[in-house]
Protein backbone atom coordinates (compact mmCIF):
# COMPACT_ATOMS: atom_id res chain seq x y z
CA UNK A 1 0.00 0.00 0.00
CA UNK A 2 0.86 3.25 -1.14
CA UNK A 3 0.24 6.62 1.00
CA UNK A 4 0.30 9.89 -1.59
CA UNK A 5 3.25 12.03 0.33
CA UNK A 6 0.83 14.93 -0.85
CA UNK A 7 -2.24 13.63 1.14
CA UNK A 8 -0.02 13.34 3.86
CA UNK A 9 1.64 16.92 3.71
CA UNK A 10 -1.76 18.29 3.47
CA UNK A 11 -3.35 16.20 6.15
CA UNK A 12 -0.36 16.61 8.54
CA UNK A 13 -0.73 20.68 7.88
CA UNK A 14 -3.47 21.16 8.68
CA UNK A 15 -5.03 18.70 11.37
CA UNK A 16 -2.32 19.16 14.04
CA UNK A 17 -2.36 21.77 15.36
CA UNK A 18 -6.32 21.34 16.26
CA UNK A 19 -4.77 17.64 17.06
CA UNK A 20 -2.28 18.86 19.30
CA UNK A 21 -4.49 21.51 20.71
CA UNK A 22 -7.24 19.18 21.69
CA UNK A 23 -4.87 16.63 23.83
CA UNK A 24 -2.53 19.84 25.24
CA UNK A 25 -6.10 21.26 26.92
CA UNK A 26 -7.33 17.81 27.98
CA UNK A 27 -3.45 17.27 29.37
CA UNK A 28 -3.87 20.48 31.56
CA UNK A 29 -7.33 19.35 32.98
CA UNK A 30 -5.95 16.02 34.04
CA UNK A 31 -2.99 17.57 35.48
CA UNK A 32 -6.08 19.73 37.53
CA UNK A 33 -7.03 16.92 38.76
CA UNK A 34 -10.53 16.79 36.14
CA UNK A 35 -11.45 14.29 33.73
CA UNK A 36 -11.62 15.13 30.02
CA UNK A 37 -12.55 12.89 27.29
CA UNK A 38 -11.72 13.61 23.70
CA UNK A 39 -14.46 13.49 21.15
CA UNK A 40 -13.43 12.27 17.37
CA UNK A 41 -14.73 13.55 14.07
CA UNK A 42 -14.23 15.85 11.40
CA UNK A 43 -16.78 17.95 11.95
CA UNK A 44 -17.80 18.61 15.73
CA UNK A 45 -18.76 21.44 18.19
CA UNK A 46 -17.62 19.16 20.83
CA UNK A 47 -14.15 18.44 21.48
CA UNK A 48 -13.35 17.62 25.13
CA UNK A 49 -16.00 16.84 27.86
CA UNK A 50 -14.76 18.03 31.05
CA UNK A 51 -16.07 16.62 34.64
CA UNK A 52 -15.42 18.06 37.58
CA UNK A 53 -15.56 14.67 40.20
CA UNK A 54 -16.27 16.82 43.19
CA UNK A 55 -18.87 18.71 41.74
CA UNK A 56 -20.47 16.40 39.20
CA UNK A 57 -20.46 19.43 37.05
CA UNK A 58 -19.70 18.78 33.38
CA UNK A 59 -18.87 21.14 30.90
CA UNK A 60 -17.87 20.74 27.13
CA UNK A 61 -15.02 22.61 25.39
CA UNK A 62 -14.40 23.46 21.25
CA UNK A 63 -10.84 23.66 21.15
CA UNK A 64 -9.31 26.00 18.18
CA UNK A 65 -5.80 25.40 17.34
CA UNK A 66 -3.48 27.98 15.69
CA UNK A 67 -0.03 27.16 14.97
CA UNK A 68 1.20 30.78 14.41
CA UNK A 69 -0.59 34.60 15.96
CA UNK A 70 -3.05 35.29 13.24
CA UNK A 71 -7.09 34.16 13.27
CA UNK A 72 -8.90 31.62 14.46
CA UNK A 73 -11.66 30.57 12.18
CA UNK A 74 -15.22 30.32 14.26
CA UNK A 75 -17.85 28.27 13.20
CA UNK A 76 -20.90 29.59 11.73
CA UNK A 77 -23.75 28.77 14.09
CA UNK A 78 -21.86 29.16 17.74
CA UNK A 79 -23.16 26.74 20.17
CA UNK A 80 -24.30 29.61 23.05
CA UNK A 81 -24.92 27.23 26.47
CA UNK A 82 -23.76 28.09 30.06
CA UNK A 83 -21.94 24.76 29.84
CA UNK A 84 -20.27 25.14 26.66
CA UNK A 85 -16.54 27.25 26.17
CA UNK A 86 -14.30 27.92 23.51
CA UNK A 87 -10.72 27.10 24.16
CA UNK A 88 -8.53 28.96 21.78
CA UNK A 89 -4.73 27.42 21.69
CA UNK A 90 -1.67 29.44 19.71
CA UNK A 91 1.38 27.73 19.50
CA UNK A 92 2.91 31.13 18.26
CA UNK A 93 4.71 30.17 15.38
CA UNK A 94 6.91 26.81 17.50
CA UNK A 95 4.45 23.97 17.27
CA UNK A 96 7.80 22.22 16.95
CA UNK A 97 9.54 23.43 19.52
CA UNK A 98 8.44 21.64 22.83
CA UNK A 99 9.79 23.58 24.98
CA UNK A 100 7.62 26.80 24.44
CA UNK A 101 4.49 26.92 26.11
CA UNK A 102 1.54 27.50 24.15
CA UNK A 103 -0.93 30.36 24.84
CA UNK A 104 -4.65 29.34 25.89
CA UNK A 105 -7.57 31.46 25.99
CA UNK A 106 -11.27 30.06 27.36
CA UNK A 107 -13.96 32.00 26.27
CA UNK A 108 -17.46 31.58 27.66
CA UNK A 109 -19.64 30.37 24.41
CA UNK A 110 -22.19 33.30 25.11
CA UNK A 111 -19.16 35.66 25.15
CA UNK A 112 -17.26 34.56 21.79
CA UNK A 113 -18.94 36.63 19.26
CA UNK A 114 -18.66 39.92 21.48
CA UNK A 115 -14.45 39.41 19.88
CA UNK A 116 -15.41 38.78 16.48
CA UNK A 117 -14.70 40.02 13.19
CA UNK A 118 -14.67 39.27 9.20
CA UNK A 119 -12.18 37.45 7.89
CA UNK A 120 -10.74 39.82 5.44
CA UNK A 121 -12.17 39.71 1.88
CA UNK A 122 -14.80 37.20 3.06
CA UNK A 123 -17.73 38.61 5.34
CA UNK A 124 -18.99 35.55 5.88
CA UNK A 125 -16.37 33.93 7.68
CA UNK A 126 -15.81 35.12 11.11
CA UNK A 127 -13.10 35.04 13.16
CA UNK A 128 -11.25 36.10 16.69
CA UNK A 129 -7.96 37.74 16.25
CA UNK A 130 -5.06 37.35 18.53
CA UNK A 131 -4.10 40.46 18.53
CA UNK A 132 -7.29 41.39 19.92
CA UNK A 133 -7.79 38.04 22.19
CA UNK A 134 -4.47 39.27 23.62
CA UNK A 135 -6.44 42.56 24.97
CA UNK A 136 -8.35 40.24 27.47
CA UNK A 137 -6.57 38.81 30.13
CA UNK A 138 -9.47 37.41 32.00
CA UNK A 139 -9.96 34.64 29.48
CA UNK A 140 -6.12 33.47 29.24
CA UNK A 141 -4.62 30.45 31.03
CA UNK A 142 -5.35 29.87 34.42
CA UNK A 143 -7.62 32.84 34.66
CA UNK A 144 -9.63 31.79 32.16
CA UNK A 145 -9.71 28.13 33.07
CA UNK A 146 -11.17 29.21 36.56
CA UNK A 147 -14.24 30.17 34.10
CA UNK A 148 -15.50 27.33 33.49
CA UNK A 149 -16.47 25.69 37.01
CA UNK A 150 -17.80 28.95 38.52
CA UNK A 151 -21.53 28.35 39.06
Known amino acids: MTIDKEVVKLSKTTQSSNL ?9 FFRLGYVATVTF ?7 LIVLDPE ?4 VTLDVKGLKNT ?3 PMPKNPLENDRHFYVLVTFK ?4 DLDEIPEVYTIPSKEVTKLWISWIGREEVK ?3 YSDLRKHPE ?3 KDGLKLLFQS
Open 139 to 141: FKG
Open 20 to 28: AAEYYVASL
Open 93 to 96: NKIS
Open 127 to 129: AIT
Open 70 to 72: TNW
Open 41 to 47: GNTKEID
Open 55 to 58: TKKT
